[in-house]
């Protein structure tokens, strides 16, 4: 599986998007401070995530998420209480 992920960052709350074929591994790079942009940036959150079975669907995903201002705001308006960190 392949993932597109999108964290959140303690300082600043700003969202942090990437890719990768195993999540939890990332993850712990990330929060290992291994990553150079989410290294200075921590703690993080994941706060979505989605799987595809296809590398090449992940990473036209990304590049979505990334590069259509649109696509990105539609995405945030979908995980809003994810954002704001509500558990309901």
Same mark, same amino acid.
Request: hydrophobic residues 30%; glycine residues 10%.
């Given at each position: 599986? +392949? &993932? %597109?992920? %999108? #964290? @959140?960052?303690? @300082?600043?709350? *700003?969202?942090?998007?990437? &890719?990768?074929?195993? #999540?939890? =591994?990332?993850?712990?790079?990330?929060? @290992?401070?291994?990553?150079? &942009?989410?290294?200075?940036? !921590?703690?993080?959150?994941? %706060? &979505?995530?989605?799987? +595809?079975?296809?590398?090449?669907?992940? =990473? %036209?995903?990304?590049?979505?998420?990334? @590069? +259509?201002? !649109?696509?990105?705001?539609?995405?945030?308006?979908?995980?809003?209480?994810? #954002? *704001?960190?509500?558990?309901?």
């Amino acid at each position: 599986m +392949f &993932y %597109v992920y %999108v #964290l @959140k960052t303690s @300082k600043g709350g *700003q969202l942090y998007i990437g &890719y990768s074929n195993n #999540l939890k =591994r990332r993850m712990e790079e990330h929060l @290992k401070g291994q990553s150079t &942009y989410t290294k200075i940036r !921590g703690p993080l959150r994941l %706060v &979505y995530y989605e799987a +595809f079975a296809s590398e090449h669907d992940a =990473r %036209v995903r990304e590049i979505e998420l990334k @590069k +259509f201002k !649109g696509t990105y705001g539609h995405l945030k308006k979908r995980i809003k209480s994810s #954002l *704001q960190g509500d558990k309901a």
